[in-house]
């Protein structure tokens, strides 16, 4: 797993795949590490040169000081592909993965092949929502985030059917660090991006979740109406499409490149 540095952070990625292969970024959700894309490595890395990293204060990465914008993120994805010599790649990005993707595609889009955005938004206009969630883990830590995740994430009926399911991902957001984490709240509360997605050209997927109440299918539609071009696909889940319908998101994206 190379480690490679961007900006004072020391950033922990995994490539699966044939190096040979067309290159695809998995960027994963607030909160969670690389592994969030489980159910997609082995059906995805058969087809790309499959790359996935965890941000800046997540998972195996350092944890550079505050603040965190969204440019920063948007700068460590292009530093990931500067150490991995990747020209172009296509990105998949789901929650703050989005976020950082729509940042992509409008300032830098000669580094794209195609952009999949899901379960995203491009604004919150409350602010008051991420300043409660700062406070609360600058106070108590991360337990409050993680208990939280089954209604934030999943639906009722997946909780009940895979809690093994639920409980790891409740894991990745415990083991998250509060400063890393507190730091991406920051960088998505500050974030605006209505103005950008004019800019966005390449070929662009959106997937939205039916039952996310975190970006609902009103800003999937957002996006969909401002991104030239764009299609937009709703599944049946929450806010982590990829793991509550895994063969479905797998199929979408799979399908968006004409591979199946």
């Not at 379960?119 to 409660?132: E, L, V």
């Not at 337990?143 to 089954?150: C, I, L, T």
Request: hydrophobic fraction near 40%; proline fraction near 5%; charged fraction near 20%.
């Amino acid at each position: 797993m190379p480690v490679i540095q961007s900006d004072g952070c020391a950033l922990n990625v995994v490539v699966d795949g044939n190096p040979n292969a067309p290159a695809l970024i998995l960027s994963s959700s607030l909160g969670t590490d690389h592994t969030m894309w489980a159910p997609q490595v082995e059906r995805l890395a058969q087809q790309f040169h499959l790359v996935r990293y965890d941000y800046r204060g997540h998972g195996k990465s350092s944890v550079p000081p505050r603040p965190y914008t969204m440019d920063m993120l948007g700068r460590d994805a292009l530093a990931i592909m500067d150490g991995l010599g990747i020209k172009t790649a296509s990105w998949c990005g789901l929650s703050m993965g989005g976020m950082v993707g729509q940042w992509l595609g409008a300032h830098a889009p000669h580094r794209l092949e195609r952009l999949i955005l899901c379960n995203t938004t491009s604004y919150f206009p409350d602010k008051r929502a991420w300043n409660d969630r700062i406070r609360t883990v600058e106070t108590a830590g991360m337990e409050g985030m993680a208990q939280g995740v089954a209604a934030r994430w999943f639906t009722p009926g997946f909780t009940a059917q895979e809690p093994n399911e639920v409980a790891r991902l409740q894991a990745l957001v415990r083991a998250t660090s509060p400063q890393g984490y507190i730091g991406c709240c920051e960088a998505i509360r500050d974030m605006d991006h209505r103005e950008i997605l004019h800019k966005i050209s390449v070929p662009t997927l959106i997937i939205a979740g039916k039952h996310d109440v975190a970006t609902s299918v009103e800003s999937a539609e957002f996006l969909r109406d401002r991104i030239p071009g764009s299609k937009l696909v709703v599944l049946d889940a929450a806010h982590i499409s990829n793991i509550e319908q895994a063969d479905a998101f797998t199929a979408e994206v799979l399908g968006f490149f004409n591979l199946i």
